[in-house]
Antibody, heavy 120, light 107 residues
């Protein structure tokens, strides 16, 4: 059974950089898109970006200037860095596996999520 | 960019009711439409992919249909464990977009 587990600080100061890691267990890291998604308190889901095993990546245009996602295949983990934080970045951050289906790409496995609060 | 809308934003229903949620895209999205269920404090769960395909292990009371720009998600007989927020999601041109969500609770 595939499992994803986020780790990282729960509190980060404004203007600093958030670093989160997602450990993947129980499945292959090949052939998928390894993604980050966030959800501000009481709001909907916002896709942040992905990195694939082949090294391709893409980010939400609204966050692109501040986001870096990397993949460590030897450790079976991937990471998110989000810079220049403001209070608006306070959210639950999920890591997720995206897979290809016939017509689409969808998120079939998710981590439990980790709440990150941006505050001084 | 393609925009996704959902209606209604919330609804109240009784156990056993048929529940229908609509997801509309700003342009034809060629069957690239998935549905998720999110219970409070939990991660979203994939229910339906490619408009109408039930994810493994998902009860058959959940279904999806539609084409082009308008898609429907249906719970044929609402159960207590179905109280959640439901999101549609589209993928195109390396970008993922979620709808704003529909909160389903009991009357």
């Amino acid at each position: 059974q595939v499992q994803l587990q986020e780790s990282g600080p729960g509190l980060v100061k404004p203007s600093e950089t958030l670093s989160l890691t997602c450990a993947v267990s129980g499945g292959s890291i090949r052939s998928y898109y390894w993604s980050w998604i966030r959800q501000p308190p009481g709001q909907g889901l916002e896709w942040i970006g992905y990195m694939s095993y082949s090294g391709s990546s893409n980010y939400n245009p609204s966050l692109k200037s501040r986001v870096t996602i990397s993949l460590d295949t030897s450790k079976k983990q991937f990471s998110l860095e989000l810079s220049s934080l403001t209070a608006a970045d306070t959210a639950v951050y999920y890591c997720a596996r995206a897979r290809n289906s016939w017509y689409s790409v969808n998120f079939d496995y998710w981590g439990q999520g980790t709440l990150v609060t941006v505050s001084s | 960019d393609i925009q996704m809308t959902q209606s209604p934003s919330s609804l109240s229903a009784s156990v056993g009711d048929r529940v229908t949620i609509t997801c509309q895209a700003s342009q034809d999205i060629n069957n690239s439409l998935n549905w998720y269920q999110q219970k409070p404090g939990k991660a979203p769960k994939l229910l339906i992919y490619d408009v109408s395909n039930l994810e493994t292990g998902v009860p058959s009371r959940f279904s999806g249909s539609g084409s082009g720009t308008e898609f429907t998600f249906t719970i044929s007989s609402l159960q207590p464990e179905d109280i959640a927020t439901y999101y549609c999601q589209h993928y195109d041109n390396l970008l993922f977009t979620f709808g704003p969500g529909t909160k389903v609770d009991f009357k």
